[in-house]
Structure formats: structure tokens, C-alpha cells
């Protein structure tokens, strides 16, 4: 094997341990989640036991670990806002996430109250079903 045969093995390798050590998974850190949003502020507490905050950035998912960080772009308008995942939902057929009030107006779908979006993993598990 030459030198530049091992060079490259070495540098795949040190690569994978990179990607790994950044808790990447191949094939998952580009994957986004495309559908519907919707914006809510109802309830006291979210799932996560936190207090209910409108004014947060925050969003509810239905299977991200909590604290996973997620862009949500509107494909309409090109918005974009990165929210924490504090909570489980949206519980409403072919919805893919809801977002808190203050992440909706940053989105500009306040008056819609829903938009079609993409969803993408910035921190966290990077575990999403994929857009067509």
C-alpha cells in the first residue's frame, strides 16, 4: 500500500471519527421534514414540564428528543426561525410541527395560521423522515 493510499485511509477514518464525535449520523444530517406548521399558545405546561411560553422560540414535535434544535423555513415566503423542541405535537393529520406565537410571526404565518414548511435538524438527533 503507498503512502498516498494510507494518507487517504487515514483521513476517511479521521472523517468518520470527526462526524461521530459531532454526534452526525451519515445520511441523516441533510434530511429535513417537509409539511404543514401551525402555530399554537394553549396550555400551562408542555410535555417537556416547562411553563408555556408564546413569546419563546420554541416548537412541539412529535418524535425529536426535547431540546433538539430545528430550523423551520416557509417555503412560501423564505422565513426562516430556529426553535427548541419543548414539547409533543401537533396532533392534527398531516401536520409536522407547531411553533409557539412568537416563532409563527417570524415565519409570517400569524394570519394563515398554518404554512407549508421544512423542517431541519441544527442540534441535536438528526432523525427526520426526509422531503420529496
Known amino acids: 500500500m503507498g503512502l498516498s493510499k494510507v494518507w487517504v485511509s487515514g483521513f476517511g477514518f479521521a472523517l468518520i471519527v470527526i462526524a461521530a464525535a459531532a454526534g ?10 417537509c409539511g404543514k406548521a401551525s402555530w399554537y399558545k394553549m396550555g400551562t405546561r408542555t410535555a417537556s414540564g416547562e411553563k408555556m411560553d408564546a413569546n419563546a422560540m420554541a416548537a412541539a414535535h412529535r418524535t425529536l428528543p426535547f431540546g433538539t434544535k430545528v430550523k423551520v423555513e416557509n417555503l412560501a415566503n423564505g422565513r426562516s426561525v430556529v426553535v427548541r423542541v419543548n414539547d409533543r405535537g401537533p396532533f392534527v393529520r398531516g401536520r409536522v410541527i407547531d ?21 431541519t435538524v441544527v442540534a441535536g438527533k438528526r432523525k427526520l423522515a426526509g422531503c420529496s
Open 24 to 33: 452526525l449520523h451519515f445520511g441523516e444530517a441533510v434530511a429535513g421534514e
Open 99 to 119: 411553533v409557539t406565537k412568537a416563532a409563527a410571526e417570524r415565519l409570517g404565518m400569524i394570519r394563515s395560521g398554518t404554512a407549508n414548511v421544512k423542517v
